[in-house]
């Protein structure tokens, strides 16, 4: 019940003057406790039509509630539905400044809708207080090699390097340097990104690299074509 109570104690409603207190008999009943621990268990699972189902109980009860706003937008995303999730996370991200998991996620859902500038923002929200967030720089080596700004995201790379020493980075980067056509420097960066704990970064490195040399074999020119064989001699005639 505790994170559930710390939820609503800071939702606006309870946490910003000179909104009145709810009245004093105001607690949350125990279905929205047991919706709010739902919630948060399949996020864990990555169930994400549970965790949905679940925060979408917890908002009609409390539509103010920062935890379960990021949750259900974090799942429709997921799901795929990242237009739908923008409306909660930005709400989330509006009222709840400080918490990193509405930045990210709306960060998430703007990138997948096109909408570039708001994830860059969202993004540098972050990186004002963690500058070597790993999947806030993610998104935005996404936006950034989309508008192909390639020196704005070897600098944002730079800035997280001197931060951290994570090879996660170096994932993005090698990402980055295949977007880019250098072929010989992003293969580099797949020694020091193998290690990484998130394989799903490797993966996408060798994938960019996949396409970068697909892209360099169909922009060479053709092959010139080998000359005909001579043909054959005539056979002479006997005298």
């Not at 019940?1 to 125990?30: G, I, N, Q, V």
């Not at 699972?45 to 920062?66: H, M, Q």
């Not at 739908?84 to 509405?102: H, N, R």
């Not at 936006?143 to 790379?157: P, Q």
């Amino acid at each position: 019940m505790l994170p559930l109570l710390l939820c609503l104690l800071t939702s606006p409603t309870w946490a910003k003057k000179p909104a009145p207190p709810p009245p004093p008999d105001w607690r949350p009943t125990e279905d929205m406790v047991e919706d709010h621990k739902k919630g948060m268990t399949a996020l864990a699972a990555a169930d994400w039509a549970a965790a949905e189902a679940a925060f979408t109980l917890v908002l009609a009860k409390e539509p103010e509630c920062g935890q379960a706003l990021a949750g259900l937008g974090r799942a429709q995303v997921m799901l795929g539905r990242a237009p739908e999730a923008l409306p909660s996370l930005q709400k989330a991200s509006t009222l709840f400044p400080d918490q990193v998991d509405a930045h990210l996620w709306h960060a998430k859902a703007a990138a997948a809708t096109g909408a570039g500038d708001v994830a860059l923002g969202e993004v540098k929200a972050i990186f004002a207080t963690k500058p070597a967030h790993l999947e806030a720089h993610r998104v935005a080596q996404s936006v950034l090699r989309e508008r192909k700004s390639y020196a704005e995201a070897h600098d944002l790379l730079a800035s997280a390097r001197a931060a951290a020493n994570n090879p996660g980075f170096d994932c993005l980067e090698g990402v980055l340097f295949a977007a880019e056509d250098k072929l010989g420097d992003a293969t580099r960066m797949t020694t020091t990104c193998a290690g990484v704990p998130d394989q799903t970064l490797y993966t996408e490195l060798t994938r960019a690299i996949t396409d970068a040399v697909a892209r360099a074999e169909a922009a060479a020119p053709p092959p010139e074509p080998e000359p005909p064989p001579p043909p054959p001699e005539a056979p002479k005639k006997k005298r």
